[in-house]
C-alpha cells in the first residue's frame, strides 16, 4: 500500500513528465523562434511589436558590438561597437517572420546611416540580425521589394547580418513606453519619428499632434512642448549634450562634431528639434565651434547677460527648451558682423535632403538661389 510520501512523489514525478513533453516553459517550446531588429531608440521598437498575436515576448538590449559586457552608457558613448536593438520570442504558426519584417519597415527610416531621427550615432542604426538561412533569405528579399517599391527616393542602406550575442538591456529599459508612459510620449514626439512615419506609411500618430508652430515647424506649438526633467533628459542625451545644454558648458574646440562640416541643411535644438541656424549662414571663424552669422529667426533665441568668466558675454540660448547653446561675439564677418559661437553637443543637423521629410520643409527656401 502507498504511503503518502509515495502519492506525492508520483504527483510530482507526473508533473514534470507533463511539462517536459508539453514544453509548458514558453522559452522551452521547440515551435518558439527568434527575431532581431536594430531600429533606432529601443523604447520605440517594442511598442509595435508587443500586442501582436504570435508574439510571446519584446526585450530590448544590444547586439552586433565588440565589447563582452555593454552597459547603456557604455552604448551613449558609441565605445562598444553594438546597436541598441529588440529581440522578438514569437509563434511562427501564429505570426511569420515575413509579417514580422513588413512591420520592422514600418517603424524606421532605412535610408538614413547616421543613425534614426533624434538619434545619432552609429549606435542608433538599423539592421536586420538574421538567426538562421531562411531568415538571411527572406530578410534580402524583403529588402530588395521594399528598394524597388519606390517608396524612398534614397538607398535603403538598412544591413542584413548574422545575428550575434543579444545582451539583454537593464531593467528600465524594459517596456518603457508602459513604466515611463510620459517620458516615452514627450521623447517619441521630439524625435521626429512618428511624423516621418505618418508621411511615408500613414502611420497613426503614438499621440495627437498639435498644430504647428511659429517656433516650432514639426508640429509642437510652445505651449504644447514639455521639456523633460532633469533625470529624463540624463536618459535622453549623452553626457556631453547634457553637461553643454542644461549645465551651460564648453565642447574642445575642432574637437566636436560639426565645427567643419559644411554639408547643406538647418541646425535644430537638441533637446526640442526646434530650428536654430542655416548652413547658409555658417562660416569658419577658425575657432573650432559651428560659428553662424545670424539663426534662422530673431525672436528663436534668447540673450542673457553672462560674468562666469570674470568677463561680461552674451549667452545665447534656444527659446523653446531653454537649452544652453553658446555665445555670441561682435566680431563676425559681414553683412551682420556677428559671431554667434555655438556647441556643436547643443545642435542635430538636419541635411537639406532629409528636412522636407522631418517636418522642416518651410525652410527649404533657404536654399534657393
Not at 535603403?156 to 543579444?166: D, Q
Request: proline share 5%; aromatic share 12%.
Amino acid at each position: 500500500m502507498a504511503t503518502k510520501i509515495d502519492i506525492y512523489l508520483i504527483i510530482l514525478l507526473t508533473i514534470g513528465v507533463t511539462m517536459l513533453l508539453t514544453g509548458s516553459h514558453q522559452y522551452e517550446s521547440t515551435n518558439y523562434q527568434k527575431a532581431t531588429f536594430a531600429g533606432g531608440c529601443f523604447w520605440c521598437m517594442q511598442l509595435p511589436f508587443d500586442k501582436l498575436p504570435g508574439v510571446i515576448s519584446v526585450s530590448a538590449g544590444y547586439i552586433g558590438g565588440y565589447t563582452e559586457k555593454p552597459t547603456y552608457p557604455l552604448i551613449c558613448n558609441g565605445d562598444t561597437g553594438h546597436a541598441e536593438a529588440i529581440e522578438i520570442v514569437f509563434d511562427p504558426g501564429k505570426i511569420t517572420f515575413s509579417e514580422l519584417l513588413d512591420i520592422f519597415w514600418r517603424q524606421i527610416d532605412p535610408t538614413d546611416k547616421g543613425g534614426q531621427f533624434f538619434d545619432r550615432g552609429d549606435q542608433y542604426r538599423t539592421a536586420i540580425f538574421f538567426h538562421n538561412e531562411e531568415q538571411k533569405q527572406l530578410a534580402e528579399k524583403s529588402k530588395e521589394d521594399l528598394e524597388k517599391s519606390g517608396r524612398f527616393t534614397g538607398k535603403i542602406v538598412t544591413e542584413i547580418v548574422k545575428a550575434s550575442t543579444f545582451n539583454v538591456a537593464e531593467d528600465y529599459h524594459q517596456n518603457y513606453y508602459k513604466t515611463n508612459a510620459g517620458h516615452y510620449q514627450r521623447y517619441r514626439s521630439a524625435s521626429g519619428r512618428d511624423r516621418y512615419l505618418a508621411k511615408i506609411w500613414g502611420n497613426k500618430p503614438a499621440q495627437p499632434q498639435t498644430g504647428p508652430g511659429e517656433n516650432d515647424p514639426q508640429g509642437r506649438s510652445p505651449e504644447s512642448f514639455i521639456k523633460p526633467s532633469s533625470g529624463e533628459l540624463k536618459e535622453i542625451l549623452t553626457p556631453q549634450q547634457y553637461y553643454v545644454t542644461q549645465e551651460e558648458g564648453t565642447e574642445p574646440p575642432f574637437e566636436n562634431t560639426f565645427w567643419d562640416n559644411k554639408s547643406e541643411g538647418i541646425y535644430v535644438d537638441i533637446v526640442s528639434g526646434e530650428p536654430l541656424f542655416s548652413s547658409t549662414d555658417k562660416f569658419d571663424s577658425g575657432t573650432g565651434w559651428p560659428s553662424f552669422t545670424r539663426p534662422i529667426k530673431d525672436s528663436i533665441l534668447i540673450e542673457k547677460e553672462d560674468r562666469r568668466l570674470l568677463s561680461v558675454r552674451t549667452e545665447v540660448r534656444s527659446s523653446l527648451a531653454d537649452s544652453h547653446l553658446g555665445h555670441l561675439f561682435t566680431d563676425g564677418p559681414a553683412p551682420t558682423g556677428l559671431r554667434y559661437c555655438i556647441n556643436s553637443a547643443a545642435l542635430r543637423f538636419i541635411h537639406k535632403n532629409k528636412m522636407k521629410q522631418g517636418g522642416y520643409g518651410e525652410y527649404l527656401d533657404l536654399f534657393e538661389k
